[in-house]
Nanobody, 116 residues
């Protein structure tokens, strides 16, 4: 069982930056691929970014490529999402996700609001 707790959301002006964190419980964090998803009001949850268990591979949605950076610190059981050049369309609840084979866990989400 893995529990995920996101933090770092808030209100920011367009062009600003935020760094989201996702702290994971459990001793097997380093085995999990980690990802960030988001869900805007009235829309489906969508993929944002992902990182392999060893941080060698990262993946991004086209909409955030070049602005967002995903990273992880396995010693701290934490994954991060650095968000720069934020746009109003980035407004959403951001969810952390952990995947290992058939195991799939979600956090409760942290809200990000970008004002124009």
């Amino acid at each position: 069982q893995v529990q995920l707790v996101e933090s770092g959301g808030g209100l920011v002006q367009a062009g600003g930056s935020l760094r989201l964190s996702c702290a994971a419980s459990g001793r097997t964090f380093s085995s999990y691929a980690m990802g960030w998803f988001r869900q805007a009001p009235g829309k489906e949850r969508e993929f944002v970014a992902a990182i392999s268990w060893d941080a060698v591979n990262t993946y991004y949605a086209d909409s955030v490529k070049g602005r967002f950076t995903i990273s992880r610190d396995n010693a701290k059981n934490t994954v991060y999402l650095q968000m720069n050049s934020l746009k109003p369309e980035d407004t959403a609840v951001y969810y952390c996700n952990a995947v290992f084979i058939t195991l799939n866990y979600w956090g409760q989400g942290t809200r990000v609001t970008v004002s124009s």
